[in-house]
């Protein structure tokens, strides 16, 4: 029997049963009487198998009750089971939605705008090409490599919902087969755009990261998800997606190197997502690749941090100002209310 709000499905196996009794049958002199076993009679009381049409004429035979009368009994049972249990999976649907953003999903364009509860999860179903929301928490659904500021369950599923339109948006990005090898030898081409503009490198940083195989797309922040990038396989290439959440100059490109950084370590596509150690990795080589170590420890050394040498600093190494100063905010060289006027705050299109 399968129950939910408004339906009720019974077996063709209950009126069975109260034929028997009425009868005074036992269910092993039945299982003879049909020439079955007693295991599949038990299982067709039960509802656990269904009752065929040669079942029908059997009992037909066997109890006098035309065979019409139990393939319909079958036919009702079977509708049944479908709504009820299409009803409990939209009232479970129902729930997991409330977890999502969809208010700044809408609000965004991703999803349109929805009033009753029943017809938000179809507009969630369809935005996210599943059959219940459920499925979201399937590790096939979400081999997501990440740069978040915190992780909770509210920022998990808004996550999800962001790296889902990222994916919607890649959709419409060309891309060259993955080519891991040209990604790596580009890096220094990439650092050198640190100093343009962003109408001056979006362009250039999408079409050099296409021809690798990675669809670059920009999305605006979700409240709560504390999300700063995120990078996943999708078919024949792979999304990076960048949050336009606090885009400081050094938070965008270390964001964007932390993300090629897992493409680049085998990060991307694993099936438990990144860990720690993962994470840790991809900081270390997105820092690297902006400030070489060995550079930065240099500069260290010479403890003179005005801001006459941290643009000279920069220069010598072909950077933004910005990325000297966030780094050197990070490491503990300066305080963080110290030299932000170096920081260029970033306008890019989403």
């Known amino acids: 029997m399968v129950r939910s709000r408004s339906y009720i499905a019974t ?36 509802g656990d198998v269904q009752l065929t049409p040669e079942t029908a004429v059997r009992l037909e035979m066997v109890l006098g009750v035309p065979a019409k009368f ?38 965004f364009g991703w999803v349109p705008e ?14 996210f090409g599943v059959v219940g929301l459920s499925i979201l928490g399937n590790e096939q659904i979400t081999r997501i490599a990440c740069r978040r500021l915190a992780i909770t369950e509210k920022s998990d599923m808004a996550l999800i919902a962001w790296a889902q339109e990222a994916k919607n948006e890649a959709r419409d990005i060309r891309t060259a087969p993955i080519n891991m090898k040209e990604l790596i030898s580009i890096m220094p081409e990439l650092r050198k755009m640190t100093v343009l503009e962003p109408k001056e490198f979006c362009p250039q940083l999408k079409k050099c ?33 960048l949050t336009a959440r606090g885009k400081d100059a050094d938070k965008f490109w270390f964001s964007l190197f932390h993300e ?84 260029e705050q970033y306008e890019i299109a989403v």
């Open 11 to 46: 077996p063709p196996g209950a009126t069975i049963r109260e034929q028997l009794n009425d009868r005074g049958l036992t269910q092993k002199e039945f299982a003879v009487r049909m020439d079955m076993s007693e295991k599949h009679i038990s299982k067709l009381i039960n």
């Open 70 to 107: 139990w393939n319909n009994l079958e036919a009702i049972y079977r509708e049944k089971i479908v709504k009820a249990e299409a009803e409990n999976a939209m009232d479970a649907d129902i729930e997991l939605a409330k977890q999502l953003p969809f208010r700044e999903m809408v609000k």
């Open 114 to 127: 929805a009033k009753e509860d029943t017809e938000k999860v179809t507009t969630l179903r369809k935005f």
């Open 209 to 241: 990261l296409a021809d690798c195989g990675i669809a670059l797309v920009f999305l605006p922040h979700l409240r709560g998800s504390f999300l700063q990038g995120a990078s996943f396989p999708d078919g024949n290439k792979i999304v990076v997606g």
């Open 260 to 343: 090629l950084a897992h493409i680049v370590l085998g990060h991307v596509g694993q099936p438990h997502g990144t860990s720690e150690e993962d994470e840790k990795a991809a900081d270390k080589w997105a820092g690297d690749i902006l400030i070489p170590h060995e550079d930065l420890e240099a500069f260290k050394r010479n403890k003179e941090y005005s801001e006459r040498s941290v643009l000279q600093f920069a220069k010598v190494q072909g950077i933004a100002p910005g990325i000297v100063v966030g780094r050197m905010q990070l490491e503990g060289m300066i305080q963080y209310s110290a030299l932000n006027h170096l920081k």
